[in-house]
Each structure stands twice: as structure tokens, then as C-alpha cells.
């Protein structure tokens, strides 16, 4: 099956890093896409992974792993506003329109 | 423009009432989808319309149906629903081809099922 597990809560100080781990199991899949979710909030996408290895964008940075079916979502700088539910997803091959989540993962920062 | 419009925000509705949800995104993707969300639970994927043209049912019950009139637009009927319905329903768009992996979502409407 497909399936994406992720640590259901995190907590961490403003300022500091944060990694917010996903694994998965699949039998392919195209790369590896992260979302942020305020409550009330609709998902927004923050990076993607196509290939193994390390993407930065700005505070924001997340990795792949194809060997270890593992990937994660690093978070630099904490700010108060990163406070929300992060949601590593993918894209099976041969169904490329159903994009499944993963399990989500809460992001307390505290002062 | 690169926003998904829904609406209404908020719904709610009987049982034995007839409702319909509204998506509409002006970015020219024509993938569109249904995604429901519980609280404290991921998106689970409803629907899919690529082309305007139903590609995914996830095994949704005959009381949801998805309409797309045009590449802008996606509705959601709804009738006969049960108070387990209540969720969040997420609307969302992206280009079509494998390496677009980008969905572009809506703020949600939030509906509850009395």
C-alpha cells in the first residue's frame, strides 16, 4: 500500500531548528511535497523533492531519501507564525493525480 | 491570479436537505480536486476531474457528486448526507503532467451535518 507516517507532534523554541520526519512506503512514487496548515487554514505548499538530497527555500529546507524511504522538513529561525500542521505527500507512479498525505505532524513554537 | 475561490465557508445542513459546494480557480489548471478533512487529520482525497473529465473516485458514497461545468469551475453536490459528513472540504487545483506537484488549495467549507 501507500502510506506516509509522520511524528504527530512537535515542539520547539523560537528561533531554534526543527526536523519534521517522514517515512513512507511505496512501490514508486514521483518526489516527495511538504504543506503547511494553519487551524482554519487551507494546506499551502512550501518545497518539493524530486530527487535525493537537500532543497532550500529561504527558512525552509527539506530533504529525500529514496534508499531509506524517509524524507524530512527543516525549519530554521523558528518564528511564532510557524505554529501549524506540516504534511509531507507524494504522488504515486501511475496515478499521478492522487496525491496522498501523510499523517501530519503539529508544530508547537513556544517563546 | 493564484487563488482557488470556495464557497460558502461555512454550511450547515439537515439530513433530508440538498446542498452544493462551489470551486473556482482562474490560474487555467485542469486538474481539480475534493479533498475531506476531519479535525486533526490529513486531507483524504475525494475527487478528481482532469480535463474537465471524472479520473478519480476514491470509493466516495452516491450522496456526494462532483460536477465540473468548465476548467474554472468544480461543484460538489450534496444530498442525503449523515452527521459523519461533517468536515472540512478542501478544494484544489494544479497544472496536469507528472512534474507538476504543486496544489494550489482553497480556504475550505467548513460543514457540519445536524
Known amino acids: 500500500g501507500q502510506s506516509l507516517e509522520q511524528p504527530s507532534e512537535v515542539t520547539a523554541v523560537e528561533g531554534a531548528i526543527v526536523q519534521i520526519n517522514c517515512t513512507y512506503q511505496?512501490?514508486?512514487?514521483?518526489?516527495l511535497s511538504w504543506y503547511q496548515q494553519h487551524d482554519g487554514g487551507a494546506p499551502t505548499f512550501l518545497s518539493y523533492?524530486?530527487?535525493?538530497g537537500l532543497e532550500e527555500t529561504g527558512r525552509f529546507s527539506s530533504f529525500l531519501s529514496r534508499s531509506d524511504s524517509y524524507g524530512y522538513l527543516l525549519l530554521q529561525e523558528l518564528q511564532m507564525k510557524d505554529s501549524a500542521s506540516y504534511f509531507c505527500?507524494?504522488?504515486?507512479?501511475?496515478?499521478?493525480?492522487?496525491?496522498?498525505f501523510g499523517t501530519g505532524t503539529k508544530l508547537q513554537v513556544i517563546p | 491570479d493564484t487563488e482557488v475561490t470556495q464557497t460558502p465557508k461555512h454550511l450547515v445542513m439537515g439530513m433530508t436537505n440538498k446542498k452544493s459546494l462551489k470551486c473556482e480557480q482562474h490560474?487555467?489548471?485542469?486538474?481539480m480536486y475534493w479533498y475531506k478533512q476531519k479535525a486533526k487529520k490529513p486531507p483524504e482525497l475525494m475527487f478528481v476531474?482532469?480535463?474537465?473529465?471524472?479520473?478519480i473516485n476514491e470509493s466516495v458514497p452516491s450522496r456526494f457528486s462532483p460536477e465540473c461545468p468548465n476548467s474554472s469551475l468544480l461543484n460538489l453536490h450534496l444530498h442525503a448526507l449523515q452527521p459523519e459528513d461533517s468536515a472540512l472540504y478542501l478544494c484544489?487545483?494544479?497544472?496536469?503532467?507528472?512534474?507538476?506537484?504543486?496544489?494550489?488549495f482553497g480556504s475550505g467549507t467548513q460543514l457540519s451535518v445536524l
Open positions: 484544489a487545483s494544479s497544472p496536469t503532467g507528472a512534474t507538476n506537484e504543486k496544489l494550489f
Open positions: 511505496t512501490s514508486g512514487f514521483y518526489g
Open positions: 476531474y482532469s480535463y474537465e473529465k471524472l479520473s
Open positions: 523533492n524530486a530527487l535525493d
Open positions: 505527500a507524494f504522488r504515486p507512479q501511475g496515478g499521478y493525480q492522487k496525491v496522498t
Open positions: 490560474m487555467g489548471h485542469r486538474a
